[in-house]
Structures are given as structure tokens and as C-alpha cells.
């Protein structure tokens, strides 16, 4: 009997998430991984459906908004803009506008999280699955025993063995 997912077991998994449309948000073909029923950084909902999975078994999940908990706002992306730089239409807070990073060539949403008193303009990235209700669905590639370290990192130590 092959591997099943279970507590304590270093899984990898490609995935696909999309939007209520069907529209593919994010597509990863290179396995990620993480160790199952310990502290780690996968969806709870995920989870509970992936125990008792087996390599090349695929689990789809929707999460709502309040279940995935992308941010709306980045604090870690904040830009600071001089009045004169901004356009009137976006010195107001909630306005959006899209961006290019120039350094990375990165595109995204910005919104304006806040107007200071000098009339500098507070931008902050806006997460692309904020407010959506997202599928999320994975296909195991492979379980194996974790180690100890694993066991208290909550993810493994190595890149997928198949690699």
C-alpha cells in the first residue's frame, strides 16, 4: 500500500488556483511542501481535505474571501507619492490604480490607503485574490516520513526527492 497523508508525513503537491470563473489565478508545477499535523503555513481547509490522500490523488477546495485571508492591502509594499505626482482622481482613500515595479517588472493594484496632511498620498498593494472566492486544487506528488527538524520547521528540509 502506497503512502497516505498523514500526521506527521512531508507531502508535496503541485497546484492550481482559480477564480469563480475559472479563470487560472496562479499555476505551480514545481512541488511545494510541507509537513502534515504540525504547525505550518497551509489552509486549514486544505489540510483536513489532503489526510489519507495517496501520491497522484487531486483535491479541490473552494475558499471564500474570509477563509483564504489574502489581505487586501500589502503593509509590507507601501509607496509614498507628493501630491503633485498623483493624479486628483486618485487623492482620495479606496482609489485604485494599477502599477508596474520598474525594478522587477511586477504589475498589480495599489490603493490608496491614506491621504497625510501635507497631501502625500499613502499607496499600498493590493493582493490579486483579495475579495475572491478562489478553488484551490492540488495534486500529491509524493509523502514520505518527515524528520524531526521537519517535524518542528513544519515543512522539509529538502527539495522535492524527485528533482
Keep these: 500500500?502506497?503512502?497516505?497523508?498523514?500526521k506527521k508525513k512531508a507531502v508535496w503537491f503541485i497546484h492550481e488556483i482559480t477564480g469563480e470563473d475559472?479563470?487560472?489565478?496562479?499555476?505551480?508545477?514545481?512541488?511545494?511542501?510541507?509537513?502534515?499535523g504540525v504547525p505550518n503555513q497551509m489552509f486549514p481547509q486544505l489540510e483536513r481535505a489532503l489526510k489519507g490522500k495517496t501520491v497522484d490523488?487531486?483535491?479541490?477546495?473552494?475558499?471564500?474571501p474570509e477563509e483564504h485571508g489574502f489581505q487586501f492591502l500589502d503593509p509590507d509594499f507601501e509607496k509614498i507619492f507628493a501630491e503633485h505626482?498623483?493624479?486628483?482622481?486618485?487623492?482620495n482613500v479606496g482609489a485604485?490604480?494599477?502599477?508596474?515595479?520598474?525594478?522587477?517588472?511586477?504589475t498589480?493594484?495599489?490603493?490608496?490607503?491614506?491621504v497625510?496632511?501635507?497631501?502625500?498620498?499613502?499607496?499600498?498593494?493590493?493582493?490579486?485574490?483579495?475579495?475572491?472566492?478562489?478553488?484551490?486544487?492540488?495534486?500529491?506528488?509524493?509523502i514520505r516520513d518527515a524528520t524531526a527538524t521537519e517535524i518542528r520547521n513544519g515543512h522539509p528540509e529538502m527539495d522535492h526527492p524527485n528533482l
Design 1 to 6: 500500500m502506497s503512502e497516505q497523508v498523514a
Design 22 to 36: 475559472g479563470e487560472v489565478l496562479e499555476r505551480n508545477d514545481i512541488p511545494v511542501a510541507y509537513v502534515h
Design 57 to 64: 490523488e487531486v483535491v479541490s477546495i473552494k475558499l471564500t
Design 85 to 91: 505626482e498623483v493624479p486628483p482622481e486618485y487623492r
Design 96 to 106: 485604485e490604480a494599477e502599477f508596474q515595479d520598474e525594478q522587477s517588472g511586477e
Design 108 to 114: 498589480g493594484t495599489m490603493m490608496v490607503q491614506r
Design 116 to 142: 497625510e496632511k501635507d497631501g502625500s498620498v499613502v499607496f499600498m498593494k493590493k493582493h490579486p485574490f483579495a475579495g475572491l472566492t478562489i478553488t484551490y486544487r492540488v495534486t500529491i506528488t509524493d
